[in-house]
């Protein structure tokens, strides 16, 4: 199963630029002050700023600072994220109250709506969540499954099971309502018209 290969930290700079795709227009010329005002205006950018700049701190081995942003996530945000987790770039946190993240490691652009727990199941052992992948309002992910690359997971579902790249699953426990390459019959959720 495919999911997050190449999985590595992602920078503030890349997050930006995927919220600053969701919320302009590609028509218009991007002005550093178009770019202000979106970082300006969305909060939980900054909670994604600040979880990478706690990673950057774990990793650079300075001590204390982690935890301490770690819970000034939690406190201002309602964001419990871990930061020793490999989240790639381009991460879209469009509501971060009551979220709860802790995965083996996390792709690129991938989309996590509010009240979301991504954690152990029996064992404390982690889902790995693949590039591209949208994670609905209420959702739980849990135990060592693997989230495949562009798999839609929806609002409230229980995910116990590994999901193939593509695929959609919903309900509790999560079943695969539609394949890869399936067409769906509505238009996913776009950040710019949803939220
Ligand atoms: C999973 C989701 C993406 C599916 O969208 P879709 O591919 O267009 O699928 P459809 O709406 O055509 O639904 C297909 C079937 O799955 C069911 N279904 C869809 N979402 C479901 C969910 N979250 N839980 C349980 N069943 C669901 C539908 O009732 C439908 O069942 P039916 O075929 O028996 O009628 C979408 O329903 C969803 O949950 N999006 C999350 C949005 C979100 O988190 N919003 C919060 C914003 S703050």
Redesign the pocket.
């Known amino acids: 199963m495919s999911g997050c290969k190449h999985a590595s930290n992602g920078t503030f700079a890349e997050d930006w630029g995927h919220w600053i795709d969701q919320w302009t227009d590609p028509r218009q010329r991007r002005t550093f002050v178009m770019k202000a005002r979106v970082l300006w205006t969305h909060q939980p950018l900054h909670a994604i700023g600040l979880f990478r700049l706690s990673s950057w701190c774990r990793r650079h081995h300075i001590p204390m600072l982690p935890e301490m942003l770690r819970r000034l996530n939690t406190v201002l945000y309602g964001l419990d994220i871990v930061s020793s987790i490999p989240i790639g770039g381009g991460l879209y946190l469009p509501?971060t109250v009551g979220t709860v993240i802790m995965a083996e490691r996390i792709g690129r652009n991938v989309t996590i709506?509010?009240n979301v727990t991504i954690g152990m199941r029996h064992t404390g052992v982690f889902p790995t969540i693949g590039d591209d992948v949208y994670i609905?309002?209420g959702a739980r992910v849990l135990g060592p499954i693997t989230i495949g690359d562009g798999a839609?997971i929806?609002?409230?579902?229980v995910v116990l099971t590994d999901i193939p790249p593509g695929a959609?699953a919903?309900?509790v426990p999560a079943k695969i309502?539609?394949k890869s390459g399936q067409e769906?019959?509505?238009a996913?959720?776009e950040a710019r018209t949803?939220y």
């Open positions: 509501h709506v509010s609905g309002a839609v929806g609002a409230n579902a959609t919903v309900g309502i539609r769906r019959q509505n996913m959720p949803e």
